[in-house]
């Protein structure tokens, strides 16, 4: 039987995660092709109601740039420290002359591999947690491989902050980076 | 490249003015409340909860917007992202397709002597159909209009598409200044390719009605059928033993003019081609090389010095005949041939004489013979 490697497996478990909590948000969430990829975006989240007295948009489209790592986390003045790979990316995720709206989601899992999944009769369950932040108007970078961004330790990524953030797209709120 | 991913490539080249004027022509809502940034919003015309916005500049993610937007568009239509995009990319353009449906080329690729004709039928249909905006008659000698020919010269060859074998012709309708030919407020270009349509359809429908002898009697009175656009048809099928041809119109969406009610699909079944070319036997004229008088002017002197240190031989006259200037090579004596420079190098331009048109098909030029009473003609 062919295994993927556990990169490979962090990166599937990234997508699992992405459409267990959006589809128990009541959105889609399609993958992207490649040349999208280009562009920073894994995956791409799409809401359809009336989220709120004041939207004005009913048809909400959000692009992920999704990543996952085993690494552990360290927690910085109540933010997550996170290096980014990839300046050119980085770069798209920042501008602010995004049409689409995009925010970074991060994926982190067990160090110990076999902690990953855990399933019973009663359970599946992925462990840990993911978390989300919106790069656009993130500072410049000098580096030329990537770039440490912080992430508000409060911005779980789960079905309850993704309509959060549907609801203030909708608005036609502009998300800014808060690292 | 993948089919999405071209898809996405193809979104790039698409204007946003284009989109927006796409949209209000298929009639969905502009959202005129206080709209953040540099956007158009518009509300779907069937669905209060899908819309789409429109950036009003190229933003860096401009390629993967459009294709967004095309998508929730071909959601709204049950159409496909890529024939979204084909008249997005083209929103003044009308688009016809010729589609040959052959069980012997499913493979989707055909003989190059075979797929010559299909393209070269097709710009004749369409060569055909502008002649016939100029001219209402059952045959063009040469299909030599001015105007036709810039219709064509505006004209794109699309890229063929996947389904047996489809050739597009994408035909813009703000590309040429008005022909004083055409209807008020209908491009010459609409007035072309709904031609082309609504004659095919008159054919088409003759022979499945199996009445042939009265469309060729109605051709007669009221013409709209030309025998070179029913020749163009039977070069698009030839090579082909039992093929099908479909001839289909995608109207502009955003013209002014509107849609036109020429029918947008015909399709010509296998056995209908043999009726194709009695029709346009039928409609050609029958005595073609009568003798008449002509006037034209002397296009190219071509003779020789003879014996008598003087020229004759030929030359090459553009003459006006049936409402085309035809051009048609003549062999001159002397007396004649100086006449012919005369007009070529004087001050009259034009000779009138009487000959035999002798009409060459294919041919560069048609040939005229017996020439007689040939002279200067003076304008008034």
Not at chain 1, 31 to 36: A, F, W, Y
Request: aromatic share 8%; proline share 5%.
């Amino acid at each position: 039987m062919g295994m993927l490697p556990s990169t490979e497996i962090e990166s599937e478990l990234s997508y699992a995660y992405l459409h267990t909590v959006a589809s128990n948000a009541g959105m889609t969430c399609s993958l992207s092709t490649r040349q999208v990829d280009n562009l920073g975006i894994d995956a791409t989240i799409r809401a359809k109601g009336l989220f709120s007295p004041t939207s004005l948009l009913r048809d909400v489209t959000l692009d992920i740039q999704l990543k996952a790592t085993s690494d552990a986390y360290t927690i910085v003045d109540k933010r997550i420290a996170y290096f980014f790979k990839g300046i050119n990316i980085y770069n798209k995720l920042r501008s602010p002359h995004n049409a689409v709206p995009q925010i970074l989601v991060v994926l982190y899992l067990p160090e110990n591999q076999t902690k990953w999944v855990k399933w019973s009769p009663e359970s599946l369950v992925l462990r840990d947690c993911a978390w989300w932040v919106s790069l656009n108007g993130a500072p410049e970078s000098s580096n030329s491989s990537g770039q440490t961004v912080y992430i508000p330790e409060k911005q779980h990524f789960n079905s309850d902050s993704l309509q959060k953030i549907i609801c203030r797209l909708s608005r036609q709120e502009e998300i800014l980076y808060e690292g | 490249m993948k089919d999405r991913e071209l898809v996405e490539y193809m979104s790039t080249f698409v204007v946003p003015t284009a989109i927006r004027d796409y949209v209000k022509a298929s009639k969905w809502t502009e959202l005129s409340d206080e709209v953040k940034g540099r956007f158009w919003i518009y509300n779907s015309p069937v669905d209060e909860y899908t819309q789409v916005i429109i950036p009003k500049d190229i933003t860096s993610d401009y390629g993967r917007v459009i294709w967004e937007i095309a998508s929730r568009i071909a959601e709204v239509e049950s159409n496909t992202i890529r024939a979204v995009l084909d008249v997005l990319v083209n929103p003044y353009s009308d688009i016809l397709r010729f589609r040959i449906d052959s069980p012997d080329y499913l493979t989707g690729t055909l003989p190059v002597g075979i797929a010559s004709n299909l393209f070269d039928g097709a710009r004749k249909a369409l060569l055909a159909s502008a002649c016939s905006v100029f001219n209402k008659t059952t045959h063009h000698p040469r299909m030599s209009y001015r105007e036709a020919e810039d219709l064509l010269n505006v004209c794109k060859m699309g890229q063929t598409e996947i389904g047996s074998y489809i050739i597009k012709i994408v035909c813009p309708l703000n590309q040429l200044e008005e022909s004083p030919f055409a209807k008020e407020g209908f491009p010459f270009a609409r007035e072309a390719t709904s031609l082309l349509m609504s004659s095919s359809n008159l054919l088409l429908t003759n022979i499945e009605e199996d009445s042939i002898d009265a469309l060729v009697d109605s051709q007669k009175e009221t013409p709209i059928l030309s025998s070179n656009l029913c020749d163009a048809i039977l070069q698009m099928n030839s090579g082909f033993d039992r093929s099908s041809l479909s001839i289909s119109a995608l109207w502009a969406p955003v013209a002014k003019c509107g849609k036109p009610e020429s029918p947008t699909l015909l399709n010509f079944k296998p056995e209908y081609f043999p009726k194709v070319a009695e029709v346009s036997s039928l409609l050609k004229p029958q005595n073609t090389n009568k003798t008449d008088t002509f006037v034209g002017t002397v296009e190219k002197m071509l003779g020789t010095t003879g014996s008598e240190d003087r020229r004759s031989g030929d030359v090459v006259i553009a003459v006006l005949t049936e409402g085309e200037s035809v051009t048609a090579r003549a062999n001159l004596n002397y007396d004649d041939y100086h006449t012919a420079w005369q007009a070529h190098d004087g001050d009259v331009k034009y000779v009138t004489f009487t000959a035999k048109l002798v009409r060459k098909p294919g041919k560069s030029a048609d040939v005229l013979e017996e020439i007689t009473n040939f002279k200067l003609f003076r304008t008034q």
